[in-house]
C-alpha cells in the first residue's frame, strides 16, 4: 500500500543545510493504522506532506496504491491527491458559510460527483461519524470535536485509500479528543481505508498497529 524507500529531503537558509530525512525507509499495509511520534520540527509533518504529495522530495521513492510519485507529472499528481488522499489536520479548515453536509460533500461535487450523488454520500459520511442531526449546522454551531468529525468525513468524501492525519487531537479539550480517538480507530473497518497519523498524543499513538519514532531523519519501529 505505501512503500518508501532512501527517502531523502532537505532545506536550506543560507549556507546551513536541513536533512529532514535522509534515505528513510517506510512501509505500511493495506487497511493498518499507523502513528508517528517525534519530537518538534523532527520532520513528521513534512513526511506527511509528502505523502499526501503536496511536498516535493529530494531522493529515493514513494509508491502508494500503485503510483509512483517521483515519477508522475503534475496533472497526475492533482488526480492522485484528489483520489487516492483524504486529508485531516490539526485545524479543520471548514468553510464559515457553508454547513456540515456542503462542506463534506464539496470535494466530492468539485471531483465530478454529480449533486444528488455527492450530497448523498456526505449524508452517508455524516452518519458514520455521529453527525446524523448535525448535518445543517454551520461550523461556529458546532464544537470543536463535532468540526473536527466533520472534518475527516469531508476527507472520506472521494473514498481515499489512504488517510493521511496531521496532528488531528491536537486543538481538542480531552473529552473531544477520547471521541476522535475512538472514531479514528474504527476507520480503516468502517470505511475501508488505511491511516497513517501524526501525533503527540500518547493514547491516540496507542490506536496504531504499528508506530514509527521520526528522529535524525530516519524511522525507527517502536510498536
Not at 463534506?104 to 459520511?125: C, D, F, I, T
Not at 458514520?128 to 469531508?154: C, D, F, M, T
Not at 488517510?163 to 480507530?185: F, I, M, Y
Request: charged share 25%.
Amino acid at each position: 500500500m505505501i512503500e518508501c524507500r532512501a527517502l531523502t529531503k532537505t532545506f536550506s537558509s543560507g549556507t546551513e543545510v536541513l536533512h529532514i530525512l535522509e534515505r528513510a525507509d517506510f512501509s505500511l499495509d493495506k487497511g493498518k493504522i499507523c502513528t508517528i511520534l517525534g519530537p518538534s520540527g523532527s520532520g513528521k509533518s513534512t513526511f506527511l506532506a509528502i505523502l499526501g504529495s503536496l511536498e516535493r522530495f529530494d531522493s529515493g521513492s514513494v509508491r502508494i496504491d500503485g503510483y509512483e510519485l517521483q515519477t508522475l507529472p503534475e496533472k497526475s499528481l492533482f488526480v492522485f491527491r484528489r483520489s487516492v488522499v483524504g486529508f485531516v489536520f490539526q485545524f479543520h479548515f471548514l468553510l464559515n458559510d457553508f454547513n456540515a453536509l456542503e462542506n463534506v460533500a464539496l470535494p466530492g461535487y468539485m471531483a465530478g460527483l454529480s449533486r444528488n450523488e455527492a450530497w448523498k454520500r456526505a449524508q452517508e459520511l455524516l452518519d458514520l461519524v455521529g453527525l446524523r442531526n448535525r448535518a445543517h449546522h454551520y461550523p461556529s454551531q458546532l464544537s470543536g470535536g463535532e468540526r473536527q468529525r466533520v472534518a475527516i468525513a469531508r476527507a472520506l468524501i472521494n473514498r481515499p485509500s489512504v488517510v493521511l492525519a496531521d496532528e488531528p487531537t491536537g486543538n481538542l479539550d480531552a473529552a473531544s479528543a477520547k471521541e476522535l480517538r475512538s472514531l479514528l480507530q474504527r476507520l480503516p473497518n468502517v470505511a475501508k481505508t488505511t491511516l497513517v497519523l501524526v501525533t503527540h498524543d500518547p493514547e491516540l499513538a496507542n490506536i496504531g498497529d504499528t508506530s514509527f519514532l521520526l528522529k535524525d531523519g530516519h524511522f525507527e519501529c517502536i510498536r
